[in-house]
C-alpha cells in the first residue's frame, strides 16, 4: 500500500520536490496512463493545499480536449481547443496561471467555488497531447513556483507512462 507522507508546505520548491519524490514511488512500475492518470490527480489533491479540483484532459483530436481522471466536482467533458483556460493553453502551448477566474474572458466554470487555476501542459516527443488542470477557491492561490512544480510532476507522469500512438 501506497501512503502519502505529509510534507511542510512553507518552502514550495522544497514541498513540490518531495511530492515529485512520492509521485515517482507511486508510479513506480505502472505503465497504465489511465491509472497513473489517477493516481497522480489523487496525490495532487490530497497533498496540494487549497484545492477544488484536480484533474487531467486529453485532446481527443487537433480541436477537441476530453476530460480524464479527476479529484473534485464533475466536471465538463468536452473542452474545444482555443476555449477556456484549458483550450486557451493547448493554443498557445503554454502552461497558464490564472490569478482570477472571473478576470478571464471566457474562462469555463465547472465548478462556481473555483477562483484561480493553473494549467500545465502534457508533453512527450509526438508534441503536447494533455494537461493537468487545478483549480483553488482562493483568488491569486498559485504563483511560478506552483507551476515549476507541477509542471515536474507531469514531467514524472508523461515519463512513467505509455500512450497509444
Ligand atoms: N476552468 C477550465 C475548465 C475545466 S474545469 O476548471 C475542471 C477552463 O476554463 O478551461
Given amino acids: ?35 497513473n492518470a489517477a493516481n497522480t490527480s489523487a496525490l495532487i489533491f490530497q497533498m496540494v493545499p487549497d484545492l477544488n479540483w484536480a484533474g487531467f484532459y486529453f485532446l481527443a483530436s487537433d480541436e477537441e480536449l476530453v476530460l480524464g481522471p ?15 483556460v484549458c483550450g486557451t493553453a493547448i493554443d498557445l502551448e503554454m502552461s497558464m496561471l490564472v490569478k482570477d477566474v472571473h478576470e478571464f474572458e471566457g474562462h469555463i466554470a465547472c465548478d462556481a467555488a473555483s477562483r484561480s487555476e493553473l494549467v500545465v501542459l502534457l508533453r512527450d516527443d509526438q508534441g503536447v497531447f494533455g494537461l493537468i488542470d487545478l483549480d483553488s477557491p482562493t483568488p491569486g492561490r498559485f504563483d511560478k513556483d506552483d ?15 505509455a500512450f497509444e500512438d
Wanted: with cysteine; hydrophobic share 45%.
Fill in 70 to 84: 479527476f479529484q473534485g466536482k464533475p466536471a465538463c467533458v468536452r473542452i474545444a481547443v482555443g476555449k477556456g
Fill in 1 to 35: 500500500m501506497f501512503a502519502a507522507q505529509t510534507i511542510d508546505s512553507t518552502d514550495k520548491p522544497t514541498f513540490y520536490r518531495e511530492l515529485a519524490t512520492q509521485l515517482k514511488a507511486l508510479l513506480d512500475g505502472e505503465s497504465d496512463s489511465v491509472a
Fill in 147 to 161: 507551476q515549476a512544480g507541477i509542471e515536474a510532476l507531469a514531467a514524472i507522469y508523461v515519463a512513467a507512462s
